[in-house]
């Protein structure tokens, strides 16, 4: 399970504090020297960007493990004016703000990876991947992963939780929701993705065995998804109010889950299955996320990485009252 860290960006003082926050993480995480050193500049100029081009935002930090390999994902929201050529706005020299117009450039030459999404007038979602060592090289990955797990708004955890099972044949995924906020739900998360991690089995068993197992807790809201690549299916398993949608270039699924609470009462535990496709895109979150999001009023999101899928989302429908968690998985043939 990595839980997102949220800086708010919204005046130039807060871009040292960005700045220090990653470079506490990457030396935690192993960086050599070298590669910290490139973190701070990306960071100093993705909120220093945030200030000038998007009239602030936010700046989420996350660890990200691809295999053997470890890295910091870098993610910036903001609605600002967006913009209405990014290639134009890519390149060295050009500017909208009197800057010297070289920030975009070198976020994205320091980046291991680099992503971005802007709608003008709508604003933009800019990601970069920077790997302690050298970026993983896995070509026969079949799927990408994209997170976000925040606390509720003056909390200091958060009572959801998410996790993933990967492997060549079949994927595995979990959200769970905690029972409340604070403490006590980030315990039964914890709990729910232990007990995940602890089996290898369908969702609907992992589900039955994570009931038994938060009887002690106050329980959680919990689903599972398992893509299995073979079959070209999805085994779905879900009790409580975690949301889950399948899309295609065609086709579009809601996914079934029964009313109860993990722990506590369920009636029934059930798997549903659902066609995959190799451009499939599997999103699922908590009702931290208002459910009234539709990803057709977003031209090209789903084409971009899926951290940028979560990312757009959780800016223009987070509810800021709960902890949110919002997971996207995306079929590497998209």
């Given amino acids: 399970m990595r839980k997102s860290v949220a800086i708010p960006i919204t005046e130039s003082s807060q871009t040292g504090e960005a700045r220090r926050v990653a470079i506490a993480l990457a030396t935690r995480l192993g960086f050599q020297e070298t590669q910290r050193g490139k973190v701070g500049i990306v960071v100093t100029e993705v909120a220093s960007n945030l200030i000038q081009h998007g009239q602030g935002g936010v700046l989420l930090l996350r660890l990200i493990e691809d295999d053997s390999a470890i890295g910091i994902e870098v993610l910036s929201l903001d609605k600002g004016r967006g913009m209405v050529d990014v290639d134009e706005c890519l390149q060295d020299g050009f500017s909208t703000a009197g800057t010297l117009g070289n920030g975009l450039g070198a976020i994205r030459r320091l980046s291991d990876f680099f992503d971005i999404y ?49 492997d060549h044949c079949r994927t595995l995924l979990l959200v769970a929701d905690g029972l409340g906020h604070g403490p006590a739900a980030a315990n039964a998360a914890s ?97 931290g996320l208002d459910p009234k999001w539709q990803l057709n009023r977003y031209p090209g999101l789903s084409e971009k990485h899926p951290s940028l899928i979560a990312g757009v989302l959780y800016r223009d429908f987070n509810r800021e009252r709960d902890d949110v968690t919002v997971l996207v998985a995306k079929g590497i043939g998209r």
Avoid at 227 to 236: G, H, M, P, T
Wanted: net charge negative.
């Fill in 191 to 287: 709990l729910a993705v232990r007990i995940f991690q602890e089996h290898d089995r369908s969702p609907g068993a992992i589900v039955e065995a994570a009931h038994a197992a938060l009887r002690s807790t106050r329980g959680a809201a919990l689903a599972i998804a398992e893509i299995d690549f073979e079959q070209q299916s999805v085994r779905f398993a879900g009790i409580g109010n975690i949301a889950a949608s399948i899309f295609s270039f065609t086709e579009h699924h809601h996914l079934l889950s029964h009313n109860g609470t993990v722990g506590h009462e369920i009636r029934k535990i059930q798997e549903f299955s659902y066609p995959w496709y190799a451009n499939g895109l599997l999103i699922m979150h908590s009702d």
């Fill in 118 to 166: 802007s709608i003008p007038k709508q604003g933009t979602a800019l990601l970069a991947h920077l790997w302690a060592n050298s970026a993983p090289h896995l070509p026969e990955k079949t799927l990408e992963i994209g997170a976000i797990c925040l606390p509720k708004r003056g909390e200091e955890v958060s009572g959801d939780g998410w996790a993933c099972q990967i």
